[in-house]
């Protein structure tokens, strides 16, 4: 059963001087209480895209009169979590022609929690067959997503799939044929996720506003007696105490991409001084669900064997061939699904990333 330890000055007060057990070994009860979850990105659906029809008329008629034969340009849209929790949808219905800044494009229409889709549009008679993203831009995107999760700057679910699209257009006499590719890139962590039975939690004054909070990172401490102390990312002393993981409320269900996204950040964060793991090296999780009465608890701990989390990447790919008439069907727009490589295609930062990229048939 859930255990909430009743309020008092004494407690209040006693997170000041707040002292983590002397003893590192048992900080709670591993038993499993409940079926164990696979965590990742991809773990339930793999991500959907979703291209609207006017963007991509935007992108053809710009092309178009630019005159390039290869235009870089960019779509704009917005990810979110589906209401089954078990996946994401990337919506893109947006463009922006981008402006030149040091000789490169740069998006001039940005707004904050967008999806930012670099795009390439090719006006060509023939079908090519070129890369969607060469060797840099991969190690580009690998550093990106590094320094994302390992930074203190606020962590969005939006900024772990690194998209990009490849358009080939061919005019016809009353339409015009499109050859679209994907590639995106995201971390590559799976996660166990084991029910546990509940730890006690101590309630403190804020404890009803941080529960009420969401979209926030936040920390799991202990005191003394091996009970929880819950922070916010934002604490200073989520940084120098001992950390035995994070809670989270806003969310439905554990095996929401959320909690994924935040677990990497308790694992890569380099702000983190002093993480406690168990002996077979995992980390709680307190989900504060709305589904629930009471929270859940959960102990979590990279799926993958070899001592220390490593940060991998996964590549992920889709085409797909679209024609467009002169007088639009209403139809708005088509959906595109990514779908996984090959699980030998995780990449890691050392890997040779030309032996591990096959193309897709």
């Known amino acids: 059963d859930f255990l909430l330890f009743p309020t008092s000055r004494r407690s209040v007060g006693s997170l000041a001087q707040l002292a983590f057990p002397k003893s590192r070994l048992a900080l709670w009860d591993s038993s499993a209480a409940g079926e164990k979850l696979r965590l990742q990105l991809c773990s339930h659906r793999k991500p959907r895209l979703v291209l609207l029809e006017k963007a991509l008329r935007l992108a053809q008629r710009h092309a178009r009169h630019s005159n390039k034969p290869r235009l870089h340009c960019f779509l704009l849209g917005s990810l ?147 009970k929880l102390v819950l922070l916010l990312e934002s604490d200073p002393k989520a940084s120098s105490l001992p950390l035995v993981g994070l809670w989270l409320s806003g969310v439905i269900h554990a095996y929401n991409p959320q909690v994924w996204a935040w677990s990497l950040r308790f694992m890569f964060g380099s702000a983190l001084q002093d993480r406690v793991l168990s002996e077979l090296g995992c980390f709680l999780l307190v989900v504060f669900g709305s589904a629930h009465r009471t929270p859940q608890f959960f102990q979590c701990r990279d799926s993958r064997p070899g001592p220390g989390a490593q940060l991998d990447f996964q590549l ?34 050392e890997g040779n990333i030309l032996s591990k990229i096959t193309t897709r048939q």
């Not at 993203?133 to 930074?151: D, I, M, W």
């Not at 790919?317 to 295609?345: I, K, M, P």
């Open 80 to 226: 979110s979590v589906n209401e089954d929790e078990d996946g994401v949808t990337v919506t893109l219905d947006r463009f922006d022609p981008g402006r030149d800044q040091a000789g490169t494009a740069a998006p001039s229409a940005l707004l904050p929690g967008d999806v930012l889709v670099p795009c390439v549009v090719v006006q060509s008679e023939t079908p090519q067959d070129a890369a969607v993203q060469s060797e840099a831009e991969l190690h580009h995107c690998f550093k990106a997503l590094q320094q994302l999760v390992s930074s203190r700057q606020t962590l969005d679910l939006s900024q772990l799939l690194k998209v990009k699209v490849h358009v080939v257009c061919r005019q016809q006499a009353d339409a015009a044929a499109f050859s679209l590719s994907w590639s995106a890139v995201c971390p590559a962590v799976p996660l166990d996720v084991q029910p546990v039975r509940a730890v006690p939690i101590i309630p403190t004054a804020l404890l009803r506003a941080l529960t009420s909070v969401d979209g926030v990172l936040k920390f799991l401490t202990m005191d003394q007696s091996r």
């Open 316 to 349: 992920l790919t889709a085409s797909q061939a679209a024609t467009l008439y002169q007088v639009t069907t209403g139809s708005g727009f088509w959906a595109w699904r990514v779908e996984v490589l090959a699980q030998n295609d995780v990449i890691s930062m």
